[in-house]
T-cell receptor
Framework: EAGVAQSPRYKIIEKRQSVAFWCNPI?????LYWYQQILGQGPKLLIQ????????DSQLPKDRFSAERLKGVDSTLKIQPAKLEDSAVYLC??????????FGSGTQLSVL | KNEVEQSPQNLTAQEGEFITINCSYS?????LHWLQQHPGGGIVSLFM???GKKKHGRLIATINIQEKHSSLHITASHPRDSAVYIC??????????????FGKGTKLSVKP
């Protein structure tokens, strides 16, 4: 069974630039999550999708972050413009509703 | 006081030993997750529990809802079990399934 695919694996940008991350969940998983994990901290949920609808985006900094899951399958997370404090690992996860989460390998973002 | 407390913070064991990691929480939950994170690696979800006990290979997870406590046991530990083990809970009110409260993790090192 293929896992959750994320790309790119690493990204280095300068502040005020834009960046986008891509996630392809496990086939059949209706629920998709984006997390931000800052070094030394636990992951923080940015947004949760159920199919192509947003369930929870209460912690998404909407002035600079956006996410979409147009066809209810893969998803993109965008940061525009990036700030230094956005340096983190961005994790995508997927699951069947109310079941165990499966995580991707993450994208490590460094903002200089 | 953190809503999810883990103990111990650090644990060193000899190969073959039986290991127990504890998690206590103070909020009402709909589910508790045990996660494994290797240095520089992604997160693997080991168990999702809402009651009772689950077993997978050498790993056993238990939860006592009345006492708000869960344990993760590793039998016949091996150096490849060395990782950070994280307890996380999803609240049973006011939060989505993915909006997890994370413990600070237990860093396990198994020596050959």
């Amino acid at each position: 069974e293929a896992g959750v695919a994320q790309s790119p694996r690493y990204k280095i940008i300068e502040k005020r630039q834009s960046v986008a991350f891509w996630c392809n969940p496990i086939s059949g998983h209706a629920t998709l999550y984006w997390y931000q994990q800052i070094l030394g901290q636990g992951p923080k949920l940015l947004i949760q999708f159920q199919n192509n609808g947003v369930v929870d985006d209460s912690q998404l900094p909407k002035d600079r972050f956006s996410a979409e899951r147009l066809k209810g399958v893969d998803s993109t997370l965008k940061i525009q413009p990036a700030k230094l404090e956005d340096s983190a690992v961005y994790l995508c996860a997927s699951s069947f509703p109310y079941e165990k989460l499966f995580f991707g390998s993450g994208t490590q973002l460094s903002v200089l | 006081k953190n809503e999810v407390e883990q103990s111990p913070q650090n644990l060193t064991a000899q190969e073959g030993e039986f290991i127990t990691i504890n998690c206590s929480y103070s909020v009402g939950i709909s589910a508790l997750h045990w996660l494994q994170q290797h240095p520089g690696g992604g997160i693997v979800s080991l168990f999702m529990l809402s009651s009772g006990k689950k077993k997978h290979g050498r790993l056993i997870a238990t939860i006592n809802i009345q006492e708000k406590h869960s344990s993760l046991h590793i039998t016949a530990s091996h150096p490849r079990d060395s990782a950070v083990y994280i307890c996380a809970v999803s609240q049973n009110y006011g939060g989505s399934q993915g909006n997890l409260i994370f413990g600070k993790g237990t860093k396990l090192s198994v020596k050959p």
